[in-house]
């Protein structure tokens, strides 16, 4: 019989046999051998760095092989899983075996069994290929995928980027020169548009802007408006081009016909910059007069020629009066709009007006009073669309807007006998129109019943009516204060902004940033002050 001591150690030596087999990855059930990858090899014949680096060769053959969409490595080492190109244009080795979507269409290592998985169930997605047009295929590469807007690039397949959610191929691209390194007194202007030619009208004299204080320009303007006689102010030099990246036309009219164009404003002096897609220039601001005010006022082009002829019955240019007309001079694009305008003067105001209407997506960069002093310069970006779909063509893919305000369509036509706000017109109000603050309050109008936008006498407010802020949009109702809040999304105020008792947000003003000028009545949070080093840039996009 063995003693108790005997059978101690047994189960001793037992226990630590089991103990050095875990240790060095045997299997215990096996103690004659270890296990990888669900097979058994013998360990009599193999011991120490011998068995380590058949361990090692079985485990990267098993590493090796993969089921299709499984996480693996490129053949220089970057990860990819299932139907994407490596680094250097190679199939990635988990791709399914009838992918072809990669520069180099050959697979350089293979690790799947060579079969295809099934097919997706409906509404889900292995490739951007299998969903509609613009769509991408989002979610858990490892799981199947569903169709849908995108959000970053890396969502899209190679050669196409996330633009307003849907996957397309980018136009030509300019984000110019950082303002910061712009000359003073200068304008920098961007094509960013798909429009082959996006053609700005730079003005250098206009009778139908009068600035705040007294000035020379101001008074001749007061006479002219007396007196049509009366020469304006012109600037002994003109706008002039700086710097640039790619094609451009600065262009004078030679015709007088020429400088009575309806869309810009009868009695306006100006020049004419054709900028190509995906370029940009740096303009000297004129020697202008001091605090006289210039717009600056992008139309759209029916054609893509550089010089207009100027006559009405042969019209390049958009022409918002010719869009409902029943015999127009020439058919007019739907996206036509009215101008997104830039209206300002050195040492006077400044604003982004939407007033009218507008016809691109614009950002504006540019100094105000507290630039000197902090070297900051100020943005207002106006970049979400408040056009109906009947405002709007596609052309190549790219959708292209451009519409009236809906305030000023019932405010334009006093004469009783409307033009623009007829029935079939988007935002129209047809037979409904007023002409001041009181006469714009009622139903189907600007403004609530007996409420107005409030009036500012002597350095305070005089609002009897108690509006929660002072012109600001928090006073407009229905369609008009919609178009307000899409003319404002992302700035310094919108139609929720109140400021009782107060003339401006406290989010807005010098330093702060302002909003693009969005109806008939002055609004604080809408005007900046251009000051020293005088210096803009301006961004335009397709309003869509």
């Known amino acids: 019989m063995f003693n108790k001591s005997f059978i101690v150690c047994i189960i001793i030596i037992i226990l630590i046999i089991c103990i ?46 993969c089921k299709i969409g499984d996480d693996v490595s490129c053949p220089n080492g970057i990860k990819c899983a299932g139907n994407q190109c490596c680094p250097d244009g190679s199939i990635c080795p988990s791709a399914d075996n009838s992918f072809t979507g990669c520069p180099n269409p050959v697979k350089i290592t293979d690790c799947t069994d060579g079969h295809s998985p099934p097919p997706p169930p409906p509404g889900t997605c292995q490739t951007e290929k299998e969903c509609p047009d613009g769509k991408c295929c989002r979610g858990d590469p490892k799981k199947c995928k569903r169709c849908g807007p995108c959000k970053v690039d890396g969502d899209c397949v190679t050669g196409k980027f996330c633009i307003n959610e849907e996957c397309k191929i980018r136009e030509p691209h300019s984000d110019g020169i950082n303002i910061a390194n712009q000359p003073r007194s200068s304008v920098q202007i961007v094509n960013n548009t798909t429009e082959p030619w996006l053609h700005i009208f730079l003005q250098y004299s206009n009778s139908d802007i009068i600035v705040g204080e007294q000035n020379s320009c101001k008074i001749k303007q007061i006479q002219k408006s007396i007196d049509p006689q009366v020469v304006l102010p012109v600037p002994t030099k003109k706008w002039t081009i700086i710097s640039y990246n790619g094609s451009y036309n600065l262009n004078e009219p030679n015709h007088s016909d020429d400088m009575q164009f309806s869309d810009i404003g009868k009695g306006s002096r100006w020049q004419k910059l054709s900028l190509k897609k995906g370029a940009y220039v740096i303009l000297e601001i004129p020697d202008f007069v001091d605090q006289c005010p210039f717009r600056i006022l992008p139309l759209k082009a029916l054609t893509n020629k550089l010089n207009p002829d100027g006559s009405d019955n042969h019209r390049e240019w958009c022409h918002y009066g010719a869009l409902y007309d029943p015999n127009p001079p020439k058919s007019q694009r739907k996206d036509c709009g009215k101008i997104t305008k830039m209206e300002l003067g050195k040492d006077a105001g400044l604003n982004m ?66 033009k623009y706000n007829i029935k079939g017109v988007p935002g129209s109000s047809p037979g409904i129109y007023c002409v001041d603050g009181l006469d714009c309050s009622g139903h189907h109008k600007m403004f609530p019943i007996d409420k107005g936008p409030g009036i500012w006498f002597n350095d305070e407010v005089i609002d009897p009516s108690g509006q929660p802020c002072y012109r600001g949009t928090c006073n407009l109702q229905g369609k008009f204060k919609k178009w307000a809040d899409n003319i404002h999304y992302g700035q310094c105020a919108t139609s929720q902004t109140e400021y009782p008792n107060k003339n401006i947000s406290k989010k807005c003003g010098e330093g702060k940033g302002y909003t693009t000028y969005s109806y ?25």
């Open 353 to 418: 007006s939407a007033v009218d209407g507008v016809n691109f997506k614009l950002k504006a960069e540019f100094s105000d009073k507290l630039t000197q002093d902090n070297n900051k310069f100020i943005t207002t970006y106006f970049n979400k669309n408040p056009c109906d779909d009947r405002n709007c063509i596609e052309v190549n893919g790219n959708k292209k807007c451009g519409c009236i305000n809906p305030a000023k369509l019932i405010t334009m036509d006093k004469s009783g006998k409307p």
């Open 520 to 544: 008939d009545y002055d609004d604080q949070n809408s005007l900046a002050y251009f000051s020293w080093p005088y210096k803009m840039k301006l961004t335009y996009y397709d309003l869509n």
């Open 20 to 65: 050095y087999h875990i240790v060095n990855n045997v299997n215990c059930g096996c103690i004659n051998g270890f296990s990888v990858g669900g097979q058994k090899h013998s360990d009599r014949k193999h011991s120490g760095r011998k068995r380590e680096k058949l361990k090692n060769e079985i485990l990267e053959l098993n590493n090796n092989r």
